[in-house]
């Protein structure tokens, strides 16, 4: 049987659980109902397993294995009334029934210990562990394991669902316990301590939270707080035993997710698929009643959601016990590459994807391997601390023989296992101070530049200061660039050539570092001026040409128009101010060039010959064929271009220009530099002479992005003539009709492509026209009933055009 989609349960349904109601999802418009939490103290286990040599209390093991042998007893009060049979069961997988003997009782209220505790061995081949308390009845034995052997997919599944909610609880419960730690601390703290939290514990962060009043601060955070934990790869894999198809009706519906991370997180997910798992297993002599489990340092304690019944049904209590299988370490790594500086006592190791590490005791005994470019080693102590981020050292800091960059690798033990994490650099402050990389340490006033620095721990680096004669410090931008180089940037924009001093400090340390250096003046390399004759541009080549103020050339004053870079060359445009042209060309000046510091400047200068001038001659635009079934559009005009149309233009070649067939037109919108077309002798560029060319252009053939006003040039040669308007590139939309019925106020346009209409009217003048909006993805078109007849439409590709579209 297939589960009814999400967007179609919209009745509530009720298991029996005791008090707790669940509501089936609702549509996400209507809300939905929350789980009962599980919020009230259950009885409590102490719990150890001993592996080998090895003893660890059970909150310490994160999967157990064949042939740990357990140790099961109830923590219950001396003035228990009720009395509960403690049970054990070991399971191998949903289609196969656990044996007699792997099911076990203990009396908690008898005397002897051997009586009233479990002392386990795990069997070959068991997969899933689930521990039962019950109260005592007659027969209850039998009833149980009866229930277990007969379904143990449901028992399987419950083990997997209740593992994987008490580790999200656990995330859960560490975030809050964090935040109520701070919640009477300095005010901007909360602010900044949260969202470190939320992302080691990988719990759902409400940002919004923050900017509210320090005060409420902390209680909107927790808000809603069982549906703040989000997916978590590694307890989700601890938790994920179940092998084998599910049977029955309960299974399918327990294997269905109603809800993805964004709505309801997965740990209210577990809670309700374990609710459908008991409703539809229980039996009018129990209820089973889940439990979560609460991790201490002797054992675990209960979580309830429900009162439990000592009348029938009676309520039992299931506790979910660690998968048996092979130990899944931690999936540990370092966030970032940056290296991390272990000046301070409490330095942080920056780790992520492992939230279980800051919200149990799995990970114990984690600790720091130091190995010093000299070889010595040494072992520090490590305290996960989910609101700073990762591991912080617990002791003062790094020994004192290491300096400078040092090597380690975090360890430590996993259960019983040993497990690896990952590798860091660490840096300490050394007195090697530090020098200039490369060769060139030339610092040019004017202008921000760039230095890097070599030293032997730039993570350390708390400030760095520009100091220069007598004035006061500056400080200066700088990052740290791999492990021994610092990035600087020194502002001379307003200093003057001379001394000046790089003082670098480091944390801890009292005297920074200082570096002398020496800034110049750099005024601007001239390579050439390339002027043409009868123009008003030129372009001045060389270095540092952003110092160029001005230039006279043949009576001309040119200002900058536009600097750019190719590789260590710049390239400055000029444009003349007035309406004069250059000179003749072959004639010989001398252009004076002012630079912004007062300097002038000569360079001899040869006026180039004039570049090749062409003009329009004519142009013919044929339209397409019209539409089978559709309208016509009217293009009115003769620089109309329709997509679908072609254009034939003919240039002539100015004086002093011979048109040749190596020559070029290139075609490109006017509004922005998208690449142009370019047409030659092999693709619709003919030459009827010296002096004329004719040229094919399809706009079928173009690029995409070519469409609205179009201009052309001509290259001949290594040079090319001015841009010059050719036409305007329409892209139509197709018309499938136009409806206008009786005495209708308005007409509907339907069709394709509607989007590339700006607007349409009932007058050429587009009077009281009715606007299309940008980017509409509609077929129809509400448009004003015509006056004549007709419509008119404005394109978006050719504003200034009106085309007419017939009505009738």
């Not at 007699?100 to 009586?115: G, P, Y």
Request: charged content about 20%.
């Amino acid at each position: 049987m297939t589960p009814m989609p999400i967007n179609r349960m919209t009745r509530a349904t009720r298991c029996a659980w005791g008090a707790m109601a669940l509501a089936i999802l609702t549509p996400l418009s209507l809300g939905a109902a929350e789980p009962a939490p599980f919020e009230m103290p259950g009885p409590a286990l102490d719990i150890l397993v001993m592996r080998g040599d090895q003893s660890l209390p059970i909150a310490q093991v994160p999967s157990l294995s064949e042939g740990d042998r357990l140790s099961v007893e109830a923590d219950l009060p001396t003035d228990q009334g009720a009395r509960f049979i403690l049970v054990s069961a070991f399971l191998r997988g949903a289609t196969n029934p656990p044996p007699k003997d792997w099911v076990q009782f203990a009396e908690t209220w008898k005397k002897k210990d051997k009586d009233k505790a479990l002392v386990l061995t795990v069997p070959k081949g068991a997969r899933q562990m689930v521990l039962f308390l019950v109260p005592d009845t007659g027969g209850a034995e039998s009833v149980l394991s009866d229930a277990v052997r007969g379904k143990p997919g449901e028992f399987v599944r419950a083990t997997q669902d209740l593992n994987q909610a008490s580790l999200d609880r656990s995330r859960l419960d560490a975030f809050m316990l964090a935040i109520k730690a701070q919640e009477n601390s300095h005010p901007e703290y909360l602010r900044s301590v949260a969202p470190t939290l939320a992302r080691s514990l990988s719990i759902k962060l409400n940002e919004d939270c923050l900017s509210k009043v320090v005060e409420m601060q902390a209680s909107c955070l927790l808000d809603n707080r069982e549906s703040l934990v989000l997916a978590d790869v590694h307890s989700s894999s601890l938790a994920e035993t179940l092998t084998g198809a599910p049977t029955d009706l309960a299974m399918q519906l327990a294997s269905t997710r109603e809800a993805g991370y964004g709505f309801y997180s997965p740990y209210i997910g577990v809670v309700r698929d374990i609710a459908k798992i008991f409703g539809a297993f229980s039996s009018p002599q129990f209820d089973y009643l889940p439990t979560l489990s609460v991790r201490k340092p002797e054992g675990i304690s209960l979580l309830l959601n429900a009162a439990p019944s000592f009348q029938k049904p009676k309520s039992v209590m299931v506790v979910a016990m660690p998968a048996i299988e092979a130990d899944s370490p931690p999936r540990l790594r370092r966030a970032g590459d940056a290296p991390v500086c272990a000046a301070r006592a409490g330095t942080v190791l920056p780790v992520e994807g492992a939230p279980l590490i800051f919200s149990t005791a799995y990970a114990r005994d984690v600790k720091l391997a130091l190995k010093a470019p000299s070889g010595e080693t040494a072992d520090l102590s490590l305290d996960a601390r989910a609101d700073r981020g990762g591991y912080v050292l617990t002791g003062a800091g790094l020994p004192p023989a290491f300096k400078g960059s040092v090597e380690g690798h975090v360890y430590g033990r996993w259960g019983f296992d040993r497990f690896e994490g990952p590798d860091f650099m660490l840096q300490m402050p050394d007195e090697g101070g530090w020098q200039v990389d490369g060769d060139d340490a030339a610092l040019v006033v004017g202008r921000d530049n760039g230095l890097v620095l070599k030293g032997g721990a730039p993570a350390c680096v708390e400030s760095v200061m520009l100091r220069q004669g007598d004035g006061a410090p500056r400080p200066m931008d700088w990052k740290v660039q791999g492990r021994d180089r610092l990035a600087l940037t020194v502002p001379l924009t307003d200093r003057k050539p001379g001394a000046l001093s790089i003082e670098v400090k480091y944390q801890g340390v009292a005297q920074p570092a200082a570096l002398s250096l020496r800034s110049y003046a750099q005024a601007s390399r001239l390579d050439g001026l390339l002027f043409h004759a009868g123009d008003k541009a030129a372009l001045l080549s060389g270095q540092r040409l952003d110092q160029v103020e001005s230039v006279e050339a043949g009576g001309l004053l040119l200002r900058p128009d536009g600097l750019t870079r190719d590789g260590a060359v710049d390239r400055l445009r000029l444009v003349a101010q007035g309406d004069k042209g250059a000179g003749e060309a072959g004639s010989e000046m001398a252009a004076r060039i002012r630079l912004r510091d007062g300097r002038t400047v000569t360079l001899a200068v040869t006026m180039a010959a004039a570049r090749p001038q062409v003009g329009l001659l004519s142009k013919d635009i044929s339209l397409g064929a019209p539409p089978v079934n559709g309208k016509a559009l009217a293009l009115n005009g003769d620089n109309l271009l329709p997509d679908n149309g072609q254009l034939v233009f003919s240039v002539r070649a100015g004086e002093g220009t011979k048109l040749s067939a190596s020559d070029v037109i290139e075609v490109a919108r006017m509004d922005e530099d998208a690449a142009p077309i370019r047409l030659t002798a092999a693709n619709g560029l003919r030459l009827e002479g010296p002096k004329v060319m004719v040229a094919r252009l399809d706009p079928k053939a173009m690029a995409p992005a070519l469409f609205g006003p179009l201009h052309f040039r001509l290259l001949h040669g290594n040079e090319a003539s001015d841009w010059q308007p050719l036409v305007t590139l329409a892209r139509l939309p197709q018309i499938d009709a136009v409806a206008c019925e009786g005495d209708a106020q308005a007409c509907t346009i339907r069709g394709r492509d509607l989007f590339l209409i700006d607007a349409v009217g009932a007058t050429s003048s587009l009077d009281q026209a009715s606007q299309v909006a940008q980017g509409y993805t509609g077929s129809a078109l509400k448009a004003p009933a015509p006056l004549d007849g007709k419509l008119y439409l404005r394109l978006r590709d050719a504003p200034d055009s009106v085309v007419t579209l017939p009505a009738a």
